[in-house]
């Protein structure tokens, strides 16, 4: 009977992890970090050994490379690891042997449901035909939420021996699910050679005009174009942050740069052949024209508010309209002026300035003089901070204000110590939770806004805590303390889990 059921067979799209549970059986648990759990590879679609797989078969479901390509999600992993690391995970995935490091906890990781999600019309298709209870490798990567061959919404895989699901649980999934999981597929087909894969999506860009002629990209142009993409095909809260991010764009271009020797998260990889195929039918995103001078007249765009230090540009304190001399140049450093604006005044050359303060002595008076300055506009920045946030604590006007804090923290702190205001946040142990006095409104936000993507995802309309702690990426602990540390909190988590967010 054994050599009869290793020669049935089953869907090709089946998982590895799937096939060997009914091939040879369910596994042990294994002990990883004091906990039991199933030995699982690539998002729970490998649990032996391929090879071993291939061998009780006797090669009836194809070689270890066979199984490796068509029945798992290793490929879609290895974009993620350096090519050291992706041949010996392939190595421990085909053989069981190696040493390889596990990625860490993504946010896209965190943001996807735990166990099996199947879709309603695959599953008992596979039942029917195959007489099996199949879990398909495309419905297990991270954040899909359609089958990509039906088009319909996947589901939490039923208890019981057979595949009963209600006529209601089949609902039609929106165009940009059924398409993400679409990509995603393709994506897992092109991990096979990510070199390759990197050249044609430098190809792609090149036709969408990201890559201008001359070999340079229009970095700018393609970060908020592709994030405003990505916030509209992912509503996952836990994703908004990483997309808001200042560099977020810039990982995928040096991706490509590097013909596919660094490593990326296959999510973003995914996105980007939506956003490719959006713009090869768009007109939106057109060639950037190359600057004039790529090393000489560029203005870059700071990304640190507040204060910007010695990038400042510092006021003229004299008349210009007058004409100065050597001699002036003790007075005009008494004035705040700059070594540059010296050197306009004077109709000198900055490297004379500089030598007549040094053979005259004046390098103390420079020193002091601009040391001064700086400390009167830290000074003014970090006080006009606290008068546009009066309710704000000494860390909230720090991000508001890194450079002033930074040059005051170093070099007038007795002023600084002094400079307490009378805060509106919680005290105590709520003050760790809730900084700021616009902390609790904004987790407040955060909550109902999950709460409505939750209930509209749900069938009764209503979401679960615990699916409440993966969208927000929060622990159930942490939702406890918001919870007890603010009524508005609380009213907002409330609703959420009624359903009336």
């Not at 003790?330 to 010296?342: D, G, K």
Request: proline residues 6%; glycine residues 8%.
């Amino acid at each position: 009977m054994d050599s009869i059921g290793v020669a049935l067979p089953h869907d090709p799209f089946e998982a590895a992890s799937s096939l060997a549970t009914h091939v040879i059986g369910s596994l042990p648990y294994i002990r990883y970090g004091g906990f039991e759990r199933d030995a699982d590879l690539a998002y729970g679609t490998v649990t032996v050994a391929l090879a071993q797989l291939a061998a009780f078969a006797s090669g009836f479901f194809g070689t270890a490379d066979d199984i490796l390509a068509q029945r798992t999600l290793t490929n879609y992993c290895t974009f993620q690891m350096m090519p050291p690391m992706r041949e010996a995970f392939r190595q421990r995935v085909k053989t069981g042997q190696g040493v390889i490091r596990p990625s860490g906890r993504a946010p896209w990781m965190i943001a996807t449901y735990p166990g099996n999600l199947v879709c309603p019309v695959c599953e008992p298709a596979a039942w029917h035909e195959y007489g099996t209870r199949a879990i398909f490798w495309p419905h297990r990567a991270p954040m899909v939420r359609a089958c990509w061959r039906h088009g319909v919404q996947l589901v939490p895989m039923a208890s019981g021996p057979e595949p009963n699901y209600p006529a209601e649980c089949v609902r039609e999934a929106g165009p940009a699910q059924s398409q993400f999981a679409r990509d995603t597929v393709m994506l897992c087909q092109l991990g096979a050679d990510c070199g390759q894969a990197a050249i044609g999506f430098e190809a792609q860009l090149a036709a969408a005009g990201v890559l201008r002629e001359n070999g340079t990209y229009a970095t700018a142009q393609f970060c908020r174009s592709f994030r405003t993409f990505c916030k509209h095909a992912l509503d996952a809260p836990a994703l908004q942050g990483v997309f808001d991010r200042p560099l977020f764009g810039q990982n995928v271009l040096h991706w490509v740069r590097c013909s596919g020797e660094r490593y990326i998260a296959p999510l973003l990889l995914v996105l980007l052949l939506g956003w490719l195929r959006l713009a090869a039918r768009s007109t939106a995103v057109s060639p950037l024209p190359a600057p004039a001078h790529p090393r000489r007249g560029r203005i870059i765009k700071r990304e640190t508010s507040g204060w910007a230090g010695r990038y400042s540009v510092t006021p003229l304190s004299v008349d210009g309209r007058k004409h100065y001399g050597k001699a002036d140049i003790e007075r005009l450093l008494r004035a705040h002026c700059t070594y540059l604006q010296i050197a306009t005044l004077c109709r000198m050359r900055p490297r004379a300035v500089h030598q007549f303060i040094a053979d005259a002595g004046l390098r103390p008076l420079a020193v002091a003089t601009r040391f001064a300055e700086r400390r009167a506009a830290a000074r003014r920045a970090w006080q006009s901070a606290c008068q546009r946030h009066p309710g704000g604590s000494q860390r909230a006007i720090r991000k508001l204000e890194p450079r002033a804090y930074g040059w005051l923290v170093t070099n007038d702190k007795a002023w600084l110590l002094q400079q307490h205001q009378k805060t509106e946040a919680a005290k105590g142990w709520r003050r760790a939770l809730l900084p700021t006095a616009g902390s609790a409104a904004t987790i407040a936000e955060q909550v109902r806004q999950a709460g409505r993507t939750l209930s509209a995802a749900s069938r009764t309309g209503r979401c679960s805590k615990a699916g409440l702690c993966r969208a927000l990426g929060v622990t159930p602990y942490l939702l406890e303390r918001w919870r007890s540390a603010s009524p508005l909190i609380a009213t907002a988590i409330k609703r959420a889990l009624e359903g009336d967010a």
